[in-house]
């Protein structure tokens, strides 16, 4: 995924355990991170810009955020808006956490240890 500068959405809530988001949503997630709130077409080229999905296989994927509560969508202007209700600090986090879990007993320690080249 892409760089850039990340958009802190306000209203982002904490990623719980019980919130998963796959590859999949993730892809999703990205531009709102980046960009802030988007309209569904300028979502989708983003999207289309990194994956070469169908305009469906989007729409399923955002629809899936937003019943996680992952992602709302408000008219502004006139337009349906897009937002991601999570940050993507948070899900990083979840992420190391459940990396952390699966490998090193919860130990983020052991983790970054072995990461930075260390024994666990």
Known sequence: MG???AHRPR???VLTPS???TEAESWVLDPLWRRGPMSF???IAEVKAAQPW???TIKT???RLMRKNLVASERQDGRQLYRPLVTRE???DAEIQALADR???GEVAALARRLAGGAT
Do not use: E
């Open 3 to 5: 760089g850039g500068v």
């Open 19 to 21: 919130l998963h988001i």
């Open 41 to 43: 077409a300028a979502l």
């Open 61 to 63: 994927l955002l629809g």
């Open 11 to 13: 209203g982002a809530a």
């Open 103 to 105: 490998l090193f007993g």
């Open 90 to 92: 948070a899900y990083v």
């Open 54 to 56: 169908a305009d469906a």
